[in-house]
Nanobody, 124 residues
Framework: VQLQASGGGLVQTGGSLRLSCAASGVTLAYYGIAWFRQAPGKEREGVSCIARSGNSIYYMESVKGRFTISRDNAKNTLYLQMNSLKPEDTGVYFC??????????????????WGRGTQVTVSS
């Protein structure tokens, strides 16, 4: 199983990025999947998740209204559209998939497969 996150980069405050997570060896359509991030010197935190059905979506409070999670089951890919980026959004972003859960969860313990991460840096 591989989860390959991409789309990170350096952007100014107020800019946008679109992260992608391409999966192989696992069918993302079967599961609830998520994005996490880890800022320098901080714990990894759940940014957003989407249930298998697509009807249950979670965003951490600080990104509500700015980030949008979506999935393309035909491409076996998860996305995170990030708009109005702020310096506090800086970090390494990871996508994650569980072994069997169909639910949306922002807790690391609920995920088994992790991508390597993609760096997002927002300059002020």
């Amino acid at each position: 199983v591989q989860l390959q996150a991409s789309g990170g980069g350096l952007v100014q405050t107020g800019g946008s990025l679109r992260l992608s997570c391409a999966a192989s060896g696992v069918t993302l359509a079967y599961y609830g999947i998520a994005w996490f991030r880890q800022a320098p010197g901080k714990e990894r935190e759940g940014v957003s998740c989407i249930a298998r059905s697509g009807n249950s979506i979670y965003y951490m409070e600080s990104v509500k209204g700015r980030f949008t999670i979506s999935r393309d089951n035909a491409k076996n890919t998860l996305y995170l559209q990030m708009n109005s980026l702020k310096p506090e959004d800086t970090g390494v972003y990871f996508c994650a998939a569980p072994i069997r859960s169909i639910l949306c969860s922002a807790h690391e313990r609920d995920y088994y497969w992790w991508g390597r991460g993609t760096q997002v840096t927002v300059s002020s």
